[in-house]
């Protein structure tokens, strides 16, 4: 695995205590932005000192983790702040199939944080202004739609034949996803999605990393020392602007034997998954409603005490793909997935997010996102399918999820 470095062989590293809060989309100089945010909390970042590329295959985490941790134990670090995500750090994507190339770790050469009443600065290599390299934000304009791999017709057919597997007793739940394509009249920048999207979902993690771009409901693992939690979200239903409606919606999705059979698959997973890391492990036997601005979830949160030092990338190797967006059982549902879906999913429904020097991260699912390419924007949706799934209603959820990157690109 190669490691390409921006600026010497050997990073220097200083953090400094930043005054007063941050407005950390606002403090962004370009549109090639890095950026992990939640409620005005997080991390941006911009330039690269350091790409670590991630090839395909069996301990690809395993992997990225070494390149990194040999990158970050060479370097000269002063970090007085001390506090998760300063020093250096990396942000990273990774594809969704094991088999992807398309994974990549970025360690930027200027960083912003604010946490907990704390924020900082880091630099690496020279201390340069970073602000000299200012470019307006520009907002898309006149924004085109196409479709993607599969019209509606051909992905409800998708849908009806995951089902008949299902009857069949080949597997029990399997993901589906679908892809969209936009295109403006200029180069889309990110900043102005991430202003959007921070501004409509506060509780969702908003981030942007070589191009991929959304907010996410969906925390796959946070790892703050020995601590590990997580928040498993599986079963949907759109919100509605009537509060009486939107209630009874939420109380039909609570009661939903499919939507329940979806969750539980997904939360089992991750039970089983944790359990061999964690000394203590605490996973609610039945799910909690989660109200975001557009849908309603099925959320279950999850919370650990590593048994030993593990770095979050360690986790994400034992977590990632879970039932939520892969299916169950694993390789029958990515089998599946290949042969339906009639595309790439690149890095949609991989994990995304941030990892320090001492290990510390949080990471998400890459769901209602965007991969930016110039003037283009490839959108993404995805839905559970059950042996009881209606193709029908699966179309109406998975326009719902892509409403989320349709808003921000064309408000």
Partial sequence: MSVALGTSERLTVRTLPAPGRLDLIGRLPNPAALAWIRRDSGLVGWGEAARVPIPGGDG????ARA???SLFESADVDDPVGVPGSGPVAFGTFGFDPKSDD???????YVLGWRDGHAWSTVIGDTADPLTLLRPQAEPSRVSWRGGALDDEGWAGAVSAAVERIREGRLGKVVLARD????????????VLLRRLAARYPDCYTFAVDGLVGATPELLVRRIGGVVESLVLAGTTPRDPDP???AARGTALMASVKDRREHAYAADMVREALGPLCAELSVPDRPELLRLANVQHLATPVRGTLAAERSVLDVLE???????VCGTPTDAAMDLIRELEA?????????VGWVDARGDGEWGIALRCAQLDGSRAR???????VGDSDPAAELAEARAKFSVMRTALEP
């Fill in 343 to 351: 595309m790439d999913r690149a890095r949609y429904a991989g994990p």
């Fill in 379 to 385: 959108l993404f949706a995805g839905c559970g399918i």
């Fill in 67 to 69: 390149a990194l941790a």
């Fill in 103 to 109: 994974s990549v770790l970025i360690v930027p050469r």
């Fill in 244 to 246: 009486e409606v939107d």
């Fill in 180 to 191: 969209l394509w936009a295109e403006a009249a200029e180069p889309i920048d990110s900043r």
């Fill in 318 to 324: 034992a977590l990632h793909p879970t039932p939520a």
């Fill in 60 to 63: 690809r985490f395993a992997r």
